[in-house]
Nanobody, 121 residues
Framework: QEQLVESGGGLVQAGGSLRLSCAASGGTFSRYIMAWFRQAPGKEREFVAR?????DYRDSVKGRFTISKDDTKNMVYLQMNNLKPEDTAVYYC?????????????????WGQGTQVTVSS
């Protein structure tokens, strides 16, 4: 059974950095599109970044976040630099097979449990 487990969240001051990791198991994740989503309290889950046939980011994180994957280790990473208070959310790793024009949560099949990122001002 496919499983995704995130780690690396925490509390950081504005301008700081965090690196999120997602460990995938139970499947051949090299063939999946891997993505990061986030959800802040009272808000809908939103796309952050994805990697598959290319890489793609939401506009507000471009130039600050970098997604990468290591197929030999079944790992996906999200390097987050110059963090802002508005980046505060629970971050989720996801795996799917569809590279849609506008990435949405419904395209993804497998989800991790999430890791909390809190950025203080």
């Amino acid at each position: 059974q496919e499983q995704l487990v995130e780690s690396g969240g925490g509390l950081v001051q504005a301008g700081g950095s965090l690196r999120l990791s997602c460990a995938a198991s139970g499947g051949t994740f090299s063939r999946y599109i891997m993505a990061w989503f986030r959800q802040a309290p009272g808000k809908e889950r939103e796309f952050v970044a994805r990697v598959g046939i290319g890489v793609d980011y939401r506009d507000s994180v471009k130039g600050r976040f970098t997604i990468s994957k290591d197929d030999t280790k079944n790992m996906v990473y999200l390097q987050m630099n110059n963090l802002k208070p508005e980046d505060t959310a629970v971050y989720y790793c996801a795996a799917g097979t569809t590279w849609g024009l506008s990435p949405v949560a419904g395209e993804y099949i497998y989800w991790g449990q999430g890791t909390q990122v809190t950025v203080s001002s």
